[in-house]
């Protein structure tokens, strides 16, 4: 039995299930769909004796929210006890020291944690294959990538793995391999939930957000999930906005409609959906966005520089994988630093160095600040006016497994995701339409700051129309 949402788990409850046999049929499907490779490690023992206690507190009356449900977690979020790599060598063998915010919040609303899913390396990546335990596979096409850098949160959600799933967003994370697994995936507002025990990629762009089969579940998740914590100072302690006023009309990018990468079929999709919207009543309302060329490359500049920083405390001495080969410090570090980083991760710290460094730092770094500004100012300028952006997701679909070597090419997948990033506002992708090729997409809409409720409750309006 496969249980996609938190409403057939409550379904499952009330019709005589426990926890425990909840528990016990999402393990039994998770070996089964082991090919996909997506759990790198099942917490078995933990997640059944959490299941027997949180059948205690069903039996009491005291249980939470989430009671029944189980979750899987991007391998970049901490889990007290157990351990996390951001699937890489170089966090070989570490173990969490505390738990993130996030999954206390909902480990406090009684969630089965079930184990950690594969991830690109440090989420560095749109395919999931920089991961140091191999590739994830599509579950509707197994020939196919989920996407990344979250992809074996995608799959997992996809393919009935786990109630929910945990990932994280900095440049399209979430969002991309929801696109290309038929889930729906969110990401919050910067600052709408904590990213303590979120293990750093680029700190102004990080955010975790839930993969999930319904839109009720993903409103839940992320409200139970929100909030002020004194453990990340960049966390908002704004309320969770639920009277947001729609205004009836939608924008949507001239540049993004028209953009040549933009498959065919995803074009004429988006078109036609603005048709129908527009029949039911929904005025829409075309913008140029002028800097459509720069938000790839500004991403980059910036995300690398963060992460340049973010990494310099992976040296062999602090965490995790040590170089047995090195003879003292310096070599320590060289070696552990060579030997546990991937070539797309050691690719993204000499960039970031190189944009930082003395002489460069005033023609990258500082420059993409300036265009992150201008791109803020530009987003707030159309949210001003319209609820949502609706936009591609994703400019096609998952392609085959090593179908992409071109690190520029792969970058370009991130086109329409890495605006929210840039530009810090709630995004979401949910399922759309069926490609003649057999594979899905999806589609997105971004909201102003903090109107991440609002979007969410749109996006259910837009799915009924639809
Ligand atoms: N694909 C993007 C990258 O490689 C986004 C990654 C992410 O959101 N974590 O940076």
Known sequence: MAYGTISEIREALRSGESALSITESYLKRIKEFQNLNAFIEIFEKDALRQAKDVDVKIANGTAGQLAGCVVAIKDNICFKGHRVTASSKILDGFESLFTATALQRLIDQDVIVIGRLNCDEFAMGSSNETSVYGPVKNNLDTSKVPGGSSGGSAVAASAGLCTFSLGSDTGGSIRQPASWT??????????????????????????????????????????????????????????????????????????????????????????????????????????????????????????????????????????????????????????????????????????????????????????????????????????????????????????????????????????????????????LSMPWKTHSNGLPFGIQLMAADFNDQFVLNLAKKIEKQL
């Not at 540049?255 to 527009?278: C, M, Q, R, W």
């Not at 991937?342 to 710290?349: D, L, S």
């Not at 987003?379 to 609820?387: A, K, Q, R, S, V």
Request: some cysteine.
């Open 182 to 427: 038929k889930t729906y995936g969110f990401k919050p507002t910067y600052g709408r939930i904590s990213r303590y025990g979120l293990i750093a990629y680029a700190s102004s762009f990080d955010q975790i957000g839930p993969f999930t089969n319904s839109l009720e579940d993903a409103e839940l998740i992320t409200e139970i999930m929100s909030g002020k914590d004194e453990f990340d100072s960049t966390s908002s302690s704004r309320e969770w906005e639920t009277n947001v006023q729609e205004k009836g009309q939608l924008a949507v990018i001239s540049e993004y409609l028209h953009h040549p990468g933009l498959d065919n079929e995803v074009k004429e999709a988006l078109f036609s959906t603005i048709e129908k919207l527009k029949k039911a009543g929904y005025s829409i309302k075309e913008y140029s966005f002028p800097f459509m060329e720069q938000l790839v490359p500004t991403y980059y500049v910036l995300s690398t520089a963060e992460a340049s920083s973010n990494l310099a405390r992976f040296d062999g001495v602090h965490y995790g994988y040590r170089s047995t080969e090195a003879k003292g410090v310096e070599e320590t570090y060289t070696k552990s630093r060579t030997e546990g980083f991937g070539k797309e991760v050691k690719r993204r710290i000499m960039a970031g160095t190189f944009v930082l460094s003395h002489g460069y730092y005033d023609a990258y770094y500082a420059k993409a600040q300036q265009v992150r500004r201008l791109i803020k100012n530009k987003t707030i300028e159309i949210l001003t006016d319209c609820d949502a952006i609706l936009m591609p997701t994703t400019p096609g679909t998952a392609f085959a497994l090593n179908a992409i070597s071109d690190p520029i090419q792969m970058y370009l997948q991130d086109i329409f995701t890495v605006h929210a990033n840039i530009a810090g506002n709630p995004a």
